[in-house]
């Protein structure tokens, strides 16, 4: 069964140092692997997502994230973080050729960036 | 830009009520989704629908049907709400455009059953 784990409920940064929330993932197969950020009171954007190629993805606002298949991770990263960053972060994952188009999220981190 | 609307951002219901929830998106997308969201529990699938009339359960479809009779509108129905359905309830669409075509979502709505 597909599932997704994010060990910390939440995250502690202060301004302009680099933050890092973690994902890892267990699929059947090569995974689609998604980041979002919900805001207080929003729906979920999204952030980037990894279908193949290059490891490091680099998607929204300054957000990366890697991709390590041999870990089966895909932690989310900015170098420098703003206050501004406080949200919501869920990571999600599809299996490849999964039909359904169902994607499987995290519990979810909240990340709080403090000035 | 994609957009996903709902029909109401905050909803209070009655025990025993039936409530529908409506969720319109413009980008002429296949697939639509129902999740509710809960602290700790990340979001869970309700149901999703990949074309007009066709409709699957997801991992939680337990008191809730849908309907989808045009391919812009999907529906959430509570038959008979009750206080466990209280929620945050989000809806999202997705293309068929590649396997990798990420989720847009709306706004989302907060129900509270009383």
């Known amino acids: 069964a597909q599932s997704v784990a994010q060990p910390e409920d939440q995250v502690n940064v202060a301004e302009g140092n680099p933050l890092t929330v973690k994902c890892t993932y267990s699929?059947?197969?090569?995974?689609?692997l998604f980041w979002y950020v919900q805001y207080p009171n929003r729906g979920l954007q999204f952030l980037l997502k990894?279908?193949?190629?290059?490891?490091l993805v680099k998607g929204s606002y300054g957000f990366e994230a890697e991709f390590n298949k041999s870990q089966t991770s895909f932690h989310l990263k900015k170098p420098s973080a703003l206050v501004s960053d406080s949200a919501l972060y869920f990571c999600?994952?599809?299996?490849?050729?999964?039909?359904?188009?169902?994607?499987?999220f995290g519990s979810g981190t909240r990340l709080l960036v403090r000035p | 830009d994609v957009k996903v609307t709902q029909s109401s951002r905050y909803l209070v219901k009655r025990t025993g009520e039936k409530v529908f929830l409506e969720c319109v998106q413009d980008?002429?997308?296949?697939?639509m989704f129902w999740y509710r969201q809960d602290p700790g529990l990340g979001l869970r699938l309700i149901y999703f629908?990949?074309?007009?009339?066709?409709?699957e359960k997801g991992d939680i479809p337990e008191g809730y049907s849908v309907s989808r009779e045009k391919k812009e509108r999907f529906s959430l129905i509570l038959e008979s709400a009750s206080t466990n359905q209280t929620s945050m309830y989000l809806c999202?669409?997705?293309?068929?455009?590649?396997?990798?075509?990420?989720?847009?979502f709306g706004p989302g709505t907060r129900l509270t059953v009383t």
């Open positions: 990894y279908i193949t190629g290059d490891n």
């Open positions: 699929v059947s197969g090569n995974p689609y």
């Open positions: 980008m002429d997308h296949e697939n």
């Open positions: 999600a994952v599809r299996a490849f050729g999964d039909s359904s188009y169902k994607l499987i």
């Open positions: 999202a669409s997705s293309s068929l455009a590649g396997g990798g075509s990420e989720q847009y």
């Open positions: 629908s990949y074309d007009v009339k066709m409709k």
